[in-house]
C-alpha cells in the first residue's frame, strides 16, 4: 500500500502550518503586560486542549457508527482519535502545569478543568487496556466502541459535578470570573494567534489520524499474511 | 386452538423475564452465602484498614464519615459486579441465558437489579456496624435514600462494564480501571448529600445533589440499556 499523495501533500502542509502557528507565538502575539512571556504557552495550550477534546468527541461518533454499521473501518478511526487524543490533553495538561507554577504558584490545584482533563485521561487509558485485555479483534472493536461511548458520556457530567465548587481557572473566550486568577483581556493579534493554532492544531489532528488509520489498516494486512501463511 | 397442538409461547413477557434473573440470582445467594459474604467481609476490612491508615478519632471522623462510607461501598460493590458477572461466564450461564427467547436488557436489567439489592443489603448491614464502632448513630432515612440511589447508578454502569470485563484476558484487574473513572460523577454527587446529612444540613441544601444523582442515575441506566445488546451478541 503505497502512500497516498494527498496525504504527503498533507504532511508537507501541516509541517509548515507549525512552523508558521509557532513563529505567530513568538514574534506576532505581544507579550501579555502581567504575566509576561510565559502567557505564550496559552496558544498552544488551547489548541491542543482542543484537539484531545475533538478526539473524543470523533471517538465516541466512531463507536456509535460502528455499533450500527459494523464496519471495521470505524474500529480504526475509535482507536486512532483515542490515541491521538491522549498525547493531545498530556500536552494541555502538562502545558497548563507549566503556565501555572509561576501564575498560580502551583503546578497543579482541584478545580474542576484540571481535575476533568486528568480524568478524561484516565477513561482512554482505561480504554487502551480494555481494548489489550481481549484478543478477538470483533470483540475488541465492539467493547471499544461502547466503553467510548460510555467514557465520553460520563466526562461532562464529572466536570458538571465539580464545577459546582468554585473554580479559579480562567474562561479567556466567551465570559469572565471575576474570582478567576490569572485572566486577561486578548488583543485582536492574541487572538488571531490563538484561531490559527487552533486551526494549525486541527490540520495536524486530521494528518495524524490519517497516518494512524493506515497504520491499522497495514496491521490488519500484516495480520491477514501471517494467516494465511500458516495454512 | 386446534385440538392437540402444542401452544408456544415463545415471547415471555418482559418483567417477568426480568425477575426470572433477579430471582435466580437470589435464590443462588441464599443458598451458596458466596457474595454477600465476600463483600461484607471486605467491607468490615476496607473500614479497619481506614480506621488505622487514618487514626480515625472523633474529632476528625465526622467530616470523614462519608467518603469512608462511599469508598467502602464502592470497593464492596466492584467485588460483588465481578463475582456476579463471574459466575455467568465461567460454566456457560450466559450463553444459557442470552438462547433464552427473551429480551436481553431484560437480562441486563435483572442482573442489575439483583446487583442493586446485594448493594443495599451490604450497606445496611455495614452502616450499623459503623455506627457501632463508632459510638455515633448514622443511620437515617435520607442517608439511606441517598445510598439506594447511588448505588442504582453504580450498578447500572457496573454491570455492564463487568459483563465486558469477565470477556477479557485481564479480567481480575480490568473492572476497577473501567470503572471508577466512569462513575466519578454519582460517587461526588453521594459523597456530597451524605457528607451534607452526616453534618445535620437541612435537606434542601442538599437537594441539588439529589437532583444530580436521580439525573446520573437516568442518564447511566439508559445509555447502559442501549448498548448492552452489543456487549453480549456473539
Redesign the interface.
Known amino acids: 500500500m503505497k502512500k497516498p499523495v494527498a496525504l504527503k501533500v498533507l504532511d508537507i502542509v501541516t509541517i509548515i502550518a507549525l512552523l508558521g502557528a509557532t513563529a505567530m507565538v513568538f514574534f506576532y502575539a505581544p507579550i501579555e503586560r502581567v504575566m509576561g512571556a510565559v502567557q505564550k504557552v496559552f496558544y498552544f495550550h488551547v489548541a491542543a486542549g482542543w484537539v484531545g477534546m475533538l478526539s473524543f468527541l470523533f471517538a465516541a461518533v466512531a463507536g456509535i457508527i460502528f455499533l450500527v454499521k459494523k464496519k471495521k473501518i470505524w474500529d480504526l478511526v475509535g482507536v486512532a482519535a483515542v490515541e491521538i487524543g491522549i498525547i493531545f490533553i498530556f500536552i494541555n495538561i502538562v502545558t497548563g502545569s507549566i503556565w501555572a507554577r509561576p501564575i498560580w504558584n502551583t503546578w497543579w490545584t482541584w478545580d474542576p478543568r484540571l481535575t476533568t482533563a486528568t480524568i478524561m485521561e484516565l477513561v482512554y487509558i482505561a480504554y487502551l487496556m480494555l481494548r489489550q485485555g481481549i484478543d478477538d479483534p470483533e470483540r475488541r472493536a465492539r467493547f471499544g466502541a461502547v466503553y467510548a461511548i460510555v467514557g465520553f458520556l460520563s466526562v461532562p457530567l464529572t466536570f458538571f459535578s465539580i464545577r459546582i465548587f468554585r473554580t479559579i481557572h480562567p474562561v479567556v473566550i466567551a465570559g469572565s470570573d471575576p474570582t478567576a486568577v490569572g485572566t486577561f483581556d486578548m488583543t485582536p493579534a492574541m487572538f488571531q494567534t490563538l484561531m490559527v493554532g487552533i486551526v494549525v492544531f486541527s490540520i495536524l489532528f486530521v494528518d495524524l489520524v490519517w497516518h494512524r488509520i493506515r497504520l491499522g489498516q497495514l496491521a490488519n494486512q500484516v495480520e491477514e499474511m501471517k494467516f494465511n501463511l500458516q495454512d | 386452538m386446534q385440538p392437540g397442538s402444542i401452544r408456544l409461547n415463545t415471547k415471555t413477557s418482559f418483567t417477568k423475564a426480568m425477575f426470572a434473573v433477579v430471582w435466580k440470582d437470589l435464590i443462588a445467594e441464599v443458598r451458596g452465602k458466596e457474595l454477600i459474604s465476600a463483600m461484607l467481609v471486605f467491607a468490615l476490612l476496607v473500614i479497619f484498614i481506614f480506621n488505622f491508615a487514618l487514626e480515625l478519632d472523633p474529632k476528625t471522623r465526622s467530616a470523614l464519615t462519608a467518603g469512608i462510607l462511599w469508598v467502602t461501598i464502592t470497593f464492596a460493590g466492584t467485588l460483588g459486579l465481578n463475582r456476579s458477572m463471574a459466575v455467568e461466564k465461567d460454566r456457560g450461564c450466559l450463553d444459557g441465558l442470552l438462547l433464552a427467547p427473551v429480551d436481553r436488557t431484560a437480562i441486563y436489567f435483572g442482573k442489575s437489579l439483583a446487583n442493586w439489592i446485594f448493594m443495599v443489603i451490604v450497606a445496611l448491614i455495614v452502616l450499623p456496624i459503623y455506627s457501632i464502632l463508632y459510638n455515633t448513630n448514622i443511620i437515617s432515612p435520607a442517608l439511606l435514600l441517598v445510598i439506594v440511589l447511588g448505588s442504582e447508578g453504580y450498578v447500572a ?1 457496573g454491570t ?2 463487568a459483563s ?2 469477565v ?5 481480575d484487574i ?1 473492572l476497577p ?2 470503572l471508577f ?5 454519582v460517587l ?2 453521594a459523597v456530597k448529600a451524605s457528607a451534607g446529612i452526616l453534618n445535620g444540613f437541612p435537606l434542601e441544601d442538599l437537594q ?1 445533589w439529589f437532583n ?1 444523582l436521580i439525573v ?1 442515575d437516568i ?1 447511566f441506566t439508559s ?2 440499556f442501549m ?1 448492552f445488546d ?2 453480549v ?1 456473539e
Not at chain 2, 473513572?181 to 460523577?185: E, F, H, S, T, W
Open positions: 454502569i455492564l462494564l465486558m470485563a470477556q477479557a484476558r485481564t479480567r480490568l480501571i473501567l473513572p466512569v462513575i466519578l460523577p461526588i454527587a441539588t444530580l446520573y442518564i445509555v447502559a448498548v452489543s456487549v451478541e
